[in-house]
């Protein structure tokens, strides 16, 4: 099935479009296996950022361009002292504030992956609330193989979906893993061909948007609270405040400041 996909932003790196409730940021760099530099990860910070303001869009998809590779993770060309240099000069390991946009995002994200998942592109997927793979699909770690290493989401998020040992496993060994080595080891959630990757994909964001998205933002962070400590409990405490915003016991207090009288808080049930 073909979607009707309307350009929402144009970008030099990436694809963002939207469909029926769906926003999709596509990584558009299949000469390099859709790997990321700076820009590429200001541009997905830009792109989340607006999916997160916009009504319309109540899941998010992040995959890449074409049959080979999902991401493949920083892009060794520009890889220098300290990071990944920018146009400017600065390194840069901009990636990180993209994990915790996309945690931090109150709807959910799918990795809709199409191919190879590797090095910090593994990481994203990894990050992602959901992931649905082609079966052509590969995954894996690679950064103690070049030079690298995720020690904060890409480890520990990443022993919760496998468990320590497989995660070290993983880390310490840099294999690649198949779709289906993945989906056993608890990494993906669906594998499909991948001619229906796109259609499975928008099935399942088309179930999530018929749900209560309030309650998908709690449980979402609720679950990412448990590893995100203090700032974990700051957010899904911000989404308790959002609530109760809602509740006429807090628009209760602010009129009675307002209205300069005492606040009534008596007419409100004391629930067991
Ligand atoms: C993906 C692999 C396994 C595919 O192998 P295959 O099929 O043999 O294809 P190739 O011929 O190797 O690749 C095709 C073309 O694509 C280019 N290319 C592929 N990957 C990259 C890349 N990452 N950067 C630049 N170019 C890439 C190839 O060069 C080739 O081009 P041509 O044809 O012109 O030669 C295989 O390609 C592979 O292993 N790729 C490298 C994977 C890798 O090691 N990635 C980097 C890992 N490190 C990170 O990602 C760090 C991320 C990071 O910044 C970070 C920092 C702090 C905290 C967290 C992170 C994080 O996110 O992890």
Redesign the pocket.
């Known amino acids: 099935m073909k979607y009707n996909w309307t350009t929402i932003k144009e970008y030099e790196d990436i694809k963002f479009e939207f469909c029926d409730g769906v926003g999709k940021v596509t990584i558009n760099r299949p000469?390099?296996?859709n790997?990321f530099r700076p820009q590429t990860v200001k541009e997905m910070i830009d792109a989340f950022d607006i999916c997160r303001e916009r009504q319309d869009i109540g899941v998010v998809v992040l995959t890449g361009e074409g049959d080979?590779?999902f991401c493949?993770?920083?892009?060794?060309?520009v890889k220098g002292h300290g990071?990944?240099v920018d146009e400017e000069g600065v390194p840069r390991?901009n990636?990180?504030d993209l994990?915790k946009r996309i945690r931090s995002l109150p709807k959910p994200v799918v990795a809709m992956v199409n191919g190879?998942a590797?090095?910090?592109?593994?990481?994203?997927h990894v990050v992602c609330d959901l992931t649905v793979a082609s079966e052509n699909a590969?995954f894996?770690?690679?950064?103690p193989?070049?030079g690298?290493?995720?020690?904060?989401f890409?480890s520990s998020y990443l022993a919760r979906h496998v468990g320590q040992k497989k995660a070290r496993e993983i880390w310490f060994l840099c294999k690649?893993y198949s779709a289906k080595e993945a989906e056993d080891m608890g990494l993906v959630n669906r594998i499909v061909p991948f001619d229906s990757l796109e259609e499975e994909t928008m099935e399942w964001c088309q179930i999530m948007l018929q749900r209560s998205p309030m309650a998908l933002r709690m449980i979402k962070r609720g679950l990412n609270a448990e590893l995100d400590g203090q700032s974990g409990i700051m957010e899904m405490a911000g989404d308790a405040t959002l609530m109760f915003y809602l509740m006429e016991e807090a628009q209760e207090g602010r009129k009675a400041f307002l209205e300069k009288r005492d606040p009534d808080f008596k007419q409100f049930p004391k629930f067991p």
Not at 140 to 143: A, C, N
Not at 148 to 152: E, V, Y
């Open positions: 000469r390099v296996y790997a080979k590779a493949s993770g920083g892009d060794q060309n990071g990944y390991l990636v990180l994990h190879y590797i090095g910090g592109g593994h990481v994203l590969i894996g770690q690679s950064g193989k070049v690298s290493f995720d020690a904060g890409g690649q």
